[in-house]
């Protein structure tokens, strides 16, 4: 078969077209390198566009006391103290001027009485935080940075997937893959690459994820030598739809209850009053999916398996205005009119707190010329996100990484290209079409995703775990002999079946990790060790490829400076 | 347990022919679902275009039963099920295999309208009510099922002199956003041939995020346009003055 492939050439590489990658760009290019960007779908269609409620950015346009330590203190605290606190730090702090500058490039977010921008409450966060545009922000978003890009010009690479980084000696040379469209391969020499990659959701069944949510960047990154770390900290998000069957995992904003919306379960109970009854439905994502998951294991779950979401007490118009997706999402798919009754909700997986590590200040992984921002990263979030620190983390940090990376190009030469490197990934991509034994690459991925959903999910355990790695071993060597049908051109089963090898790998770092921590911090439970361990609180599991083999290395957490110590000091000090 | 027929178009640029498929139906059921159960069962090469399956990202257009439709929104049961349900790539783009088309060229139109530029030594305050107007186009997902049903592109294929519905929302956006200050007169009569434009009001019809694409945006740029070219009373004053409208 044809392995010919073309070529490109840039000074900083960005993989991946979301919110992250995006920023990168913009900020590359404004330091006048050349700039590339690859994504997997159409420009304009990654997943930053299903966010939903709000980026999370102290204003102190609606709650005047909201300033930059009080979100700090909050991502900490959402994260369970597991966070880089300089990363929280930097986000705090810089967040505020990357929406402005949204603003300025087009972004039209809905307004206070006074004109500025409108802010509400979501979980964790102390104050009214999120800018917003109806609980459509994500979109906002991604439409106001890819129309700054493209007339800034960037070079966009659509339907492209990457499958290897390329290296010469330690530092990154670039990257090969194919183009999805005709199937040919295509090879970006680069001094910089920037993984904006985003997650892994689609590992489990149930997930708000795309299909793009294949953990590429992730295991890209591993198999160049990277760390990844904290891959055991996986979000389910409270609120996905659960009926009908083909809408499970639907994504059911958490602005929902961020404009009032009360859970109940099956009896009518307001059971956030029993798991925590301070903040209730406006608790950390993790302690409501586990919240609402318990009712449901316990006998208390609605018809379908959920918990009853309920936002009909406010005026139809309101809802109607500040929730226009979802309305129209349940009244089309589910035949629910939420403006006159509950919603069916249930946990789903939603977001990857771990990630490629990576330094707070420049977004730089651990191979020369390598970084990392948005989702593919870590450090931010610790054990547990914040709902709405997901996109202003894409621009704090996208923003970071872009200019970091074209610094580092300008002070370097064009690294070589190793020929022996792309003909390895090149038989690599071409083996599936050879094999006559293998299986489909759609039953593969559906065993991978029963795998994940039954034993590695909100509550874990030993034997589950252990088992989950035993299944993901033999996973592998199906996918080793994964066969294809048809020709390379735009064939879903033979992309599919390269994403399985992403999935595969991040995965057994999710399970390995997991099994790892014993001990229950934020969104992982382990239900044979249920409290906080104050010796795994102070330390993290990075995963790196030694040898051919994934191993786990334990790391100390840095310990924070005194005066940012100060602060949670303060807070919980009598009044 | 209950199935239904889908004939889906298979074949790419040199032609094809539409295939049927049987299909378990599940209740809730959307078209795509569909299309994903024969990806799995049957043609596993079958080529389609999807992302967030929410009607969100607007990447999953195809025509079913001859309309252009979102097959994430389009529920089985909303269909007769007593007779095939066809699917076929968008007619107004070529074809590149199976429900893939090329859309590349909406992009290039993308790149000719001046982007937002606000106006200098602003305030950056805005009232919910000028902002609720520009929302309402900034809704679009780019689906491009206005462009698909769009009789100037789809029949008379004027691709080169008409930008189409959706980058008339997409300059309605701007031009009517409460900071920007430039007009885009010029682009939309020469460079996006608003003038092809005889409202048949179809484009608003597909729209899946409800956009009044006609009647909010289409009608007031044709009246900008009119305003800024033909009003004879200012061609007049024009004349007189030789002044150039800036």
């Known amino acids: 078969m044809n392995s010919k492939y073309e070529t490109h050439e840039h000074d900083v590489l960005i993989i991946g077209a979301g919110g992250a990658g995006l920023r990168a760009a913009i900020e590359a290019l404004a330091q006048g390198v050349r700039v590339g960007v690859v994504c997997k779908s159409l420009l304009g269609k990654a997943h930053t566009v299903m966010a939903e409620g709000g980026i999370a950015a102290a204003m102190a346009n609606v709650d005047t006391s909201d300033d930059w330590r009080t979100h700090f203190r909050d991502t ?141 960047g992730m295991a890209l990154a591993y198999e160049a030598g990277a760390e990844l770390m904290d891959m055991e900290f996986v979000q389910f998000h409270p609120t996905g739809m659960v009926w009908p069957p083909g809408v499970q995992g639907i994504l059911v904003t958490e602005a929902v209850r961020g404009e009032g919306g009360i859970l109940r379960n099956k009896n009518g109970e307001r059971f956030m009053e029993r798991y925590d009854p301070k903040k209730l439905e406006l608790s950390t994502r993790d302690l409501v999916a586990r919240s609402i998951y318990t009712e449901v294991r316990e006998g208390r779950g609605t018809e379908h398996g959920g918990a009853f979401l309920d936002i009909s007490h406010k005026s139809a118009d309101y809802i109607k205005r500040k929730l226009p997706s979802m309305y129209h999402q349940f009244l089309e798919l589910a035949d629910v ?76 030469e064009m690294p070589a290209i190793d020929a022996s490197q792309i003909e390895e990934a090149v038989q690599q991509m071409l083996a599936p079409f050879e094999q006559t034994d293998g299986g489909s690459p759609y039953v593969i991925h559906q065993d991978l995703q029963s795998t994940m959903q039954n034993l590695v999910g909100i509550f874990r355990n030993e034997e589950d775990l252990a088992r989950a790695l035993n299944e993901l071993e033999g996973l592998k060597t199906r996918t080793a002999r994964v066969r294809v049908e048809g020709s390379r051109l735009f064939n879903p089963g033979w992309h599919l079946a390269w994403d399985l090898r992403s999935m595969l790998t991040v995965s057994e770092a999710v399970t390995r990790s997991a099994l790892t921590r014993r001990e229950s911090r934020g969104a992982h439970s382990r239900i044979d060790y249920p409290g906080l361990d104050d010796a795994w609180g102070k330390k993290h599991n990075v995963v790196v490829k030694k040898a051919g083999a994934m191993t786990l290395v334990e790391t100390p957490v840095p310990e924070m400076p005194d005066d940012l110590k100060q602060l949670f000091a303060e807070e919980s000090a009598p009044k | 347990m209950a199935e239904a027929t889908l004939s889906v178009f298979r074949g790419d640029q040199q032609g094809g022919t539409a295939v049927d498929y049987r299909v378990p139906l599940v209740p809730g059921m959307v078209v795509l679902d569909a299309l994903h159960w024969i990806q799995a069962h049957s043609a596993p090469d079958l080529a389609l275009r999807w992302n967030c399956k929410a009607g969100r990202c607007g990447s999953c257009s195809a025509e079913v039963n001859g309309r252009p439709r979102l097959t994430c929104k389009t529920r089985m049961d909303s269909l007769p099920l007593d007779q095939p349900i066809t699917v076929f790539p968008m007619k107004a783009f070529p074809v590149i295999k199976d429900l893939v088309t090329d859309v590349s060229w909406n992009f290039t139109v ?26 309402e ?58 003038g092809f434009c005889n409202i048949t009001k179809c484009c608003t019809e597909v729209c899946p995020e409800d956009i009044h694409i006609t009647d909010n945006a289409i009608i007031p740029l044709k009246e900008r346009v009119v305003d800024e070219y033909y009003d004879p009373l200012l061609m007049l004053v024009r004349k007189i003055r030789g002044a150039q409208k800036t």
């Open chain 1, 337 to 412: 009119d939420i403006t006159k009754g509950p919603m069916e909700v249930g946990p789903t997986c939603h977001y990857m707190m771990g990630g490629i590590h990576v330094d707070a200040e420049t977004a730089q992984a651990s191979i020369p010329g390598l970084f990392a921002a948005g989702e593919a990263a870590v450090g931010l979030h610790g054990s547990n996100r914040l709902g709405g620190n997901s996109l202003s983390d894409l621009l704090v940090f996208g923003r970071r990484a872009g200019l970091a990376a074209a610094q580092h190009a300008r002070q370097t």
């Open chain 1, 76 to 216: 900490m605290r959402g994260g369970k103290f597991l966070n880089n606190w300089r990363m929280a730090q930097i986000h705090a702090q810089e967040a505020p001027d990357r929406v402005r500058e949204l603003e300025q490039w087009g972004a039209l977010f809905d307004r206070t009485e006074s004109g500025d921008i409108l802010q509400r409450a979501f979980g964790g966060h102390t104050f009214k935080r999120l800018c917003h545009v109806g609980d459509r922000t994500g979109l906002e978003m991604i439409r106001t940075l890819q129309d700054r890009g493209v007339h800034l010009g960037i070079d966009v690479y659509m339907e492209c997937t990457i499958t290897r980084l390329l290296k010469d000696g330690d530092r990154i040379s670039g990257a090969f893959g194919y183009w999805r469209e005709q199937g040919r391969f295509v090879l970006f020499r680069a001094k910089s690459v920037i993984i904006c990659t985003g997650g892994i959701g689609k590992a489990w069944k149930i997930t708000s994820n795309s299909w793009e949510y294949t953990g590429d």
């Open chain 2, 110 to 135: 993308n790149k000719k309208i001046p982007p937002f530029s606000p106006r200098r030594d602003i305030a950056w305050k805005m009232d919910q009510r000028d902002v609720d107007r520009v929302q």
């Open chain 2, 137 to 194: 186009f900034r809704k679009c997902i780019e689906c491009f099922l206005c462009q698909d049903v769009c009789h100037v592109l789809r029949d008379h294929c004027k691709q080169t002199q008409f930008g189409g519905p959706r980058f008339f929302v997409r300059t309605a956006s701007l031009e009517m956003h409460p900071l920007d200050g430039v007009s885009r007169a010029q682009v939309v009569k020469d460079e996006l041939g608003i």
